[in-house]
């Protein structure tokens, strides 16, 4: 009787906790703020209520026959085979019950690939590990990177709130208008999800994904990759305000048609009048600040890279060697790599400082002095040599 009794508190506390669960707010999915998101919320709970109720049809028989028929009560087993009657209901009722769930499921689904009648497009394209967005009518684009400072992924600096969900460039999008989605990727496949915008969608290489939201609520929304994408696929997180629509009117002519660069919202890719000359330790400075931003995910603090994978550039052959295959590199990237071209995401001054400071650091100087090759870059070298 003992067993019986612990087993029966086992599945009515578990059943509990279920339901406690879905209440409890950080627990169950979020409600969220565009249309599509509540109707996945409502499918969601009207599986969970429909799943409550045959859990609590299911153990409810379960638990009352082995406490009613059980041996010490001197039950008898009837040994029957076959019977058209149970097995006739057991398929029907759940065929009936999935084509009920599988209605409602269907019209969201729809709903979901309708992209039409769209105010804003926004190409997003996801990188290892960042993301690009791209206003298509407006002419703005722009990167969005991880900002957590990498001291507080190392445990020397304490946790901001947003910890790992905040980034230099956020998306904007005005309230109460449909923001029409193309998603693709660059390299690997990466999935573009913001729970309370109630999108997940994968963004695949070579492939154009749509898929749209409809905020209608001002506020500050967060996500993250949903597809393992590498070794950082942890530290490309997404962060979309949504702002009334004079606020976005007033953003997009603050950024209107310039490209601005990850290190600033101001800087443009490619400088229109040649830049003054930098002096070595404003290049050291900058190009420090940039490598750790853009280049340690991969090739690391220490330059040290993860071989096989992310070469070192300490004592590299082409970071020790002539300029012009260094900056051919990191201008164009290398297809078919993680080696991006950066020509297309940093402007000539920031490309000038990383490329100067990789020449320097981690003993690249010395080896560089030996070999009679430059150490310091300027922004027009850069110029040219993206010609
Ligand atoms: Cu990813």
């Known amino acids: ?119 804003l497009t926004i190409k997003v394209t996801g990188y290892q590990w960042k993301w690009k967005y791209e206003y298509l009518d407006q002419g703005i684009s722009f990167f969005s990177n991880l900002s957590t400072p990498q001291d507080q992924i190392n445990n020397l600096a304490p946790k901001n709130e947003w910890y790992l969900l905040e980034v230099d460039n956020p998306v904007v999008v005005p309230v109460d208008t449909k923001v029409k989605l193309l998603v693709t990727a660059d390299d690997v496949i990466h999935d573009w999800w913001v729970p309370e915008l109630g999108v997940k969608q994968d963004a695949i290489p070579g492939f154009i994904n749509e898929n749209w939201f409809l905020a209608n609520k001002i506020g500050t929304y967060r996500g993250q990759c949903g597809e393992l994408c590498g070794v950082n696929h942890a530290f490309m997180p997404i962060v979309v305000e949504v702002v009334s629509k004079a606020d976005f009117e007033k953003w997009v002519k603050s950024h209107g048609s310039a490209t601005f660069a990850s290190s600033s919202l101001t800087a443009p890719t490619t400088n229109a009048k040649p830049a003054a000359l930098m002096t070595e330790a404003d290049l050291m400075k900058l190009g420090k600040e940039q490598y750790e931003k853009t280049c340690a995910m991969c090739h690391q603090v220490t330059g040290l890279g993860l071989p096989p994978t992310f070469p070192a550039l300490k004592g590299s052959s082409v970071v020790t060697g002539p300029l012009s295959a260094e900056d051919s590199l990191v201008i164009h990237g290398k297809k078919g790599t993680a080696m991006q071209a950066f020509g297309d995401q940093l402007d000539d001054k920031t490309l000038a400082a990383v490329i100067t400071y990789t020449r320097h650091a981690w003993g690249n100087e010395e080896l560089n002095k030996k070999n009679k090759y430059p150490t310091t870059i300027q922004p027009q070298d850069i110029a040219k040599a993206r010609k």
Not at 80 to 99: A, K, S, Y
């Open 1 to 119: 009787m003992h067993n019986y009794i612990s087993r029966l508190t086992i599945f009515i506390s578990t059943f509990f906790i279920a339901v406690a669960a879905q209440a409890t707010p950080g627990i169950n999915m979020p409600y969220g703020v565009t249309p599509i998101s509540n109707d996945i919320y409502n499918l969601h709970m009207a599986c969970f209520y429909v799943c409550c109720v045959i859990g609590a049809g299911v153990f409810g028989v379960l638990i009352y026959s082995l406490i009613k028929y059980r041996k010490s009560n001197g039950a008898k087993a009837a040994l029957f085979h076959e019977h058209i009657g149970v097995e006739m209901t057991w398929t029907i009722i759940p065929t009936l019950i999935l084509i009920a769930l599988a209605i409602p499921a269907t019209i969201v689904l729809k709903h979901i690939h309708n992209t039409d009648e769209s105010g």
